[in-house]
């Protein structure tokens, strides 16, 4: 670089280490990406490669590698997961069907708008619970087939905490307006409170409520029948 200022040569200098030094980072990416399994988005299609599943072997043991296809199953679940699962089939059951009446027998707007809530997370949550013991190969109800009342032991089927009695029931058909306002407020507390029992219930069993969407769902469900509950108190002062 003789004649060069110090300044040029300073330049062109670093210019090339630069330079050398792009190409091989470049180089050594190309190496880790030809040698790395490429992971992509779902719905994104590589090139002619697919996804590797690995499954980890016991302590002492080989990893396994198994086919792409393959998809995780869940672990069975416990006897009181599946029984509070087809409970709360039937408790929720119950709730809509409180629910339907009230078009027809109250004007009330705050009842109607918690109606309409309690209705629609409640239907939502009977979908999920049937799919939950479905995935797992276990019957959606706990009643005999054909027999909506006995058990599969062929016992009369005993209610879930809270349900309303079937003279509750017939007695919320018959009211209407503020009447049915307080039958409506008083038996949805009553069974909100029930369904807080089978909750506790579940969580006080050894080994029951592991299944992490199961204890989602009966955390959620917990937290959100407690807020109702608080709801529909104060609904009640404020008509006394």
């Not at 706990?142 to 009695?165: I, R, S, Y």
Request: glycine share 8%.
């Amino acid at each position: 670089m003789r004649g060069y200022p110090l300044k040029l040569k300073f330049r062109l200098f670093f210019g090339k280490r630069k330079s050398h030094s792009a190409r091989v980072a470049s180089v050594l990416l190309a190496a880790v990406t030809a040698t790395t399994p490429c992971l992509a988005d779902a719905g994104q299609a590589d090139s002619g490669s697919q996804s590797v599943v690995v499954q980890p072997g016991a302590p002492g043991q080989p990893s396994k590698t198994l086919p792409a296809s393959t998809r995780p199953t869940p672990p069975p679940p416990s006897a009181a997961d599946v029984k509070f699962m087809q409970g709360m089939i039937m408790h929720h059951s119950q709730a809509v069907e409180m629910t339907s009446l009230i078009d027809t027998h109250t004007q009330n707007k705050d009842v109607q708008s918690l109606g309409e809530k309690i209705s629609r997370s409640q239907s939502d949550e009977i979908q999920f619970m049937r799919r939950w013991l479905l995935a797992r190969g276990e019957r959606v109800s706990m009643a005999m087939p054909g027999m909506p009342d006995m058990d599969m032991m062929g016992q009369p089927m005993e209610p879930m905490p809270g349900m309303l009695t079937a003279e509750q029931m017939e007695a919320l058909r018959k009211a209407k307006g503020a009447e049915f306002d307080h039958l409506f407020l008083t038996g949805m507390i009553q069974h909100h409170q029930g369904a807080l029992v089978m909750v506790k219930d579940l969580f006080d069993t050894a080994g029951a409520g592991q299944d992490a969407d199961l204890f989602d769902f009966a955390t959620d469900a917990d937290n959100t029948q407690r807020a109702e509950i608080r709801i529909m108190q104060s609904m009640l002062k404020e008509k006394l």
